[in-house]
């Protein structure tokens, strides 16, 4: 617990030059998993609009990816824990989630299926069909439950880094692959297998994934 502490502190210290490298793994980390997982064909044929960001295409689950190999390079380099700084950005990126997806509701991205439900909204940007709002159901469940969920389990698992990084991997995905059911399908992709979309294939990966991490880090003596 006292080497924590310790390495906490020189987080604190450090955590300015550790943004520069989140950044950056963001970035390339959301750009890359996009052109692989989302549209890899078209990326192929069109090599230069490898660099056009600007016009949009990130994959969330390439950011993440980016963020852990980011952490990693800059705790290493540091003679550090990285999964104290994997831990405290999973405490922190809900909230970004959630605004990015009310960002996603105002602007007509990532709309839902149609559907009669009473609350059902018509994206006029899109076409004039009643629609799912399945911006708002991830704000609730990817960014203000899961925020909850983790802020409750942050002081149990103070002492073993690495716990929150694993919970944090299974509720995101947890929520993901659920509203992935109310939600158009990226149209690059569609349904892959057993009719399931890209994003809860993916989904299904970072559960079984964010599960070993957490057996194994609450097995760490």
Known sequence: AKKIFIQSIEIKNRFDDYLTYLII??????RIGYILIYNLSFYINNPLDIFKIWQGGMSFHGGLIGIIFASIIFAK?????????M???????PIGIFFGRIANFI?????????NVPWAVKFI??????????QLYEALLEGLCLFFILIYFRNKFYNKPGLISGLFLIFYSIFRFFVEFYRVPDEQVGYIFLNLSTGQVVSLIFILSG???FYFKNETR
Do not use: C, W
């Open 25 to 30: 793994g963001i970035i390339l980390g959301g």
């Open 77 to 85: 380099k540091n003679n550090q824990n990285a999964f104290l700084y």
């Open 87 to 93: 831990d405290i950005v999973a405490l922190v990126a």
């Open 107 to 115: 602007n007509s991205e990532l709309y839902g299926t149609i559907t």
């Open 125 to 134: 940007q899109v076409d004039s069909l009643p629609r799912h709002p399945s």
């Open 211 to 213: 599960v070993i991490l």
